[in-house]
């Protein structure tokens, strides 16, 4: 449904994407989101998602987009969330890195030319150079091999972990280049996401 901010009473379809809550990057962060096959319109952020049953189970937060417009799949923070953050009345942190991550199979052909077969691990994107991944030296398109000794190939275990641990807390990459190249040990201190 559309929300009440310009968007009244229009009615979206779409179909849930799949059955758990994944993490989107959002306005330069991962959130917990579920991912809706289904176009939603601009104006519509805010706006509840409902079941066959008229139940909110999610609201609208956004959309994947290309220079060609809406790609058909929107993002929505699950009714738990909003729950949480109502119980709470107050603002909600949770631990980051202040940059994106993508998995290494999803590059572009001429990237994965240039990366060795058996590199694993997960690629650094929108390093905010004042975040404490650029303050760091870590640049886009690093290669994360490494986390505190474990490695991760897909992003949700990755943010997962990430969000078990405290702010603050210190955390060191084993990272390299696109090439497999250049390995070397970076630790950060956690910043704060709210």
Not at 71 to 99: R, Y
Not at 100 to 110: D, K
Not at 147 to 159: A, M, S, W, Y
């Given at each position: ?179 497999g190249e250049n390995?070397?040990?970076?630790s950060i201190l ?5």
């Amino acid at each position: 449904m559309g929300s009440p901010i310009f968007r009244h009473n229009l009615l979206l379809r779409g179909a849930i994407a799949r059955r758990s809550e994944s993490y989107s990057w959002y306005d330069g962060s991962f959130t917990n989101t579920f991912p809706i096959t289904g176009i939603a319109a601009p104006g519509t952020s805010g706006g509840p998602w409902v079941n066959q049953k008229g139940e909110v189970f999610a609201i609208q937060v956004a959309g994947v987009t290309t220079e060609r417009g809406h790609q058909g799949v929107s993002s929505a923070v699950g009714l738990h969330s909003i729950k949480l953050l109502l119980e709470k009345k107050a603002t909600i942190s949770v631990p980051t890195i202040q940059a994106a991550v993508e998995e290494l199979w999803g590059q572009s052909p001429f990237l994965l030319k240039t990366m060795p077969d058996a590199l694993k691990g997960l690629l650094f994107r929108q390093v905010s150079p004042k975040g404490v991944c650029g303050k760091a030296g870590i640049k886009d398109e690093d290669i994360m091999r490494e986390v505190n000794g474990i490695t991760f190939q897909r992003i949700e275990p990755f943010i997962s972990y990430i969000r078990s641990l405290q702010i603050g807390e210190e955390v060191e990459f084993l990272i390299c280049d696109a090439k497999g190249e250049n390995k070397k040990k970076i630790s950060i201190l956690l910043a704060e996401l709210r």
